[in-house]
């Protein structure tokens, strides 16, 4: 089993410096050389057995059972080798990618019942957990850092600003957010612009989290939060804006996404759309995380969406590229995580607290070292209804920074 480890380990690795001990002690070294070099360890010939089988689920869960381990650094280290090699697959694994590419329909078809379920399955764990790691605010989104050195509090509130500005929110606007996780954004809106904001999510525990966060500001009033599905919500709205939800939707219901928003949005109204996307063409979601992180979850190419919204009379007014904001958020979350890594295991155990830390540091090297982005795409239904360039924006966020003082939470530091 160790020379066939060897062989297939060290014609994929062809970049960094990493090091692997068998499970029978034996000692190869995989790499140029190049880079800090990395130590690891199977302690198993079952866990050797599966990465060979099925590398991109097994890695991650032999981890999470404490059978592969790195002996220095950290999974974020030994994963920024992995996942830097020039191909993005070793080639014996690249049979089962074909199988899955197939199937992907399938396991992404989120009709009602479902996407609620997968909502759950992510959204609804024990809320102490993201307050270990997220900002003050409980934004789980990437953030805007408009400059080095930012803080992930500051950088999140960026993200909300520049969201805002974008859609051009008027006071008394009629505002949809889909996807409205803890009520951060929804609660921003209502409190910096004046408008009448209304949050869906599927997720009870989210819900419950924005309710109370509303009533707490006095915003109940600006700000109400339901647990709706988009599909089924009344109309019309003014503004429509949807930060991470997107990638919870599935191929198959693109089409039915921007139908049902165009029929929700008036005719003078714009829309913002914030999602994960790829650089690349279509893909399938790793394994790894469709099991254990988001199951029915797919990051789009653009070249998957364009066509959805032209299909719904929607005009595409702006696309904005967000290159590694969202490595630098990761990054943020991972430190911070790690920083109150024992609360975690209170919470769980060891094994959901090493698969949490998988889950953080491979998305982080997927943005950081492959060919994950971030799109922002601005919508209306005619043209002329937003400015012609896009001077507006730097006005329109000088405008909300004078609007947020003294109506932002406290700052939360990693550790806290």
């Known amino acids: 089993m160790e020379r066939l480890l060897r062989y297939f380990l060290q014609r994929f690795i062809r970049r960094g410096a990493i090091t692997f001990t068998a499970a029978n ?12 070099p990395i130590f690891a360890r199977f302690l198993t010939t079952d866990a050797e057995q599966r990465v060979l089988r099925n590398p991109e689920l097994a890695l991650g869960e032999i981890y999470m059972e404490g059978s592969f381990v790195v002996e220095n650094g950290s999974i974020a280290d030994a994963l920024a080798i992995l996942m830097d090699q020039p191909e993005v ?25 479902r996407a609620k379920n997968n909502v759950a399955h992510h959204y609804d764990l024990d809320g102490r957990l993201y307050s270990l790691f997220l900002d003050a605010d409980k934004q789980y989104s990437c953030a805007y850092f408009e400059q080095p050195g ?19 929110v008027r006071p008394a606007d009629r505002v949809l957010d889909i996807g409205s ?11 910096t612009t004046g408008a009448n904001v209304t949050g869906v999510t ?22 109400s939060f339901l647990l709706e599905d988009y599909r089924d919500i009344p109309g019309p709205f003014d503004r429509i804006v949807s930060v991470g939800m997107f990638e919870h939707v599935g191929v198959d219901f693109y089409d039915t996404y921007f139908k049902r928003c165009a029929e929700l ?11 994960i996307g790829r650089s690349d063409g279509p893909d399938v979601t790793n394994p790894w995380i469709a099991k254990y992180i988001f199951p029915g979850g797919y990051i789009p190419a653009l070249s998957e969406v364009m066509p959805s919204i032209e299909r719904a009379g929607l005009l595409v007014c702006d696309i904005e590229i967000l290159r590694l904001h969202y490595a630098e958020t990761l990054k ?41 982005m971030n799109f922002q795409i601005q919508l209306t239904k005619r043209q002329g209804v937003v400015p012609m360039t896009r001077d507006y924006l730097a006005q329109e966020e000088a405008r909300l920074r004078r609007a947020e003082l003294g109506k932002q939470p406290r700052l939360q530091m990693a550790g806290e």
Do not use: I
């Open 89 to 113: 697959l070793p080639r014996w694994a690249k049979l089962q990618w074909l199988l899955r590419y197939l199937g992907r329909h399938l396991r992404q078809f989120n009709w009602r019942g």
């Open 265 to 275: 949005l008036t005719d003078d109204g714009v829309m913002l759309l914030h999602s």
């Open 181 to 191: 996780g803890w009520g951060g954004l929804g609660l921003y809106l209502a409190e």
């Open 332 to 372: 943020a979350w991972r430190e911070r995580f790690m920083a109150r890594w024992e609360e975690a295991v209170q919470l769980y155990d060891e094994r959901f607290a090493r698969m949490w830390e998988f889950y953080l540091a491979c998305s982080e090297m997927a943005f950081r070292k492959q060919n994950l």
């Open 202 to 223: 599927l997720s009870a525990e989210q819900l419950q989290v924005s309710k109370a966060r509303a009533a707490e500001k006095n915003l109940a009033s600006s700000a």
């Open 25 to 36: 002690g034996e000692k190869f070294a995989c790499g140029d050389g190049t880079g800090a």
């Open 150 to 168: 930012m803080t992930l509090d500051d950088a999140q509130l960026a993200k909300k600003r520049h969201v805002t500005a974008k859609l051009l």
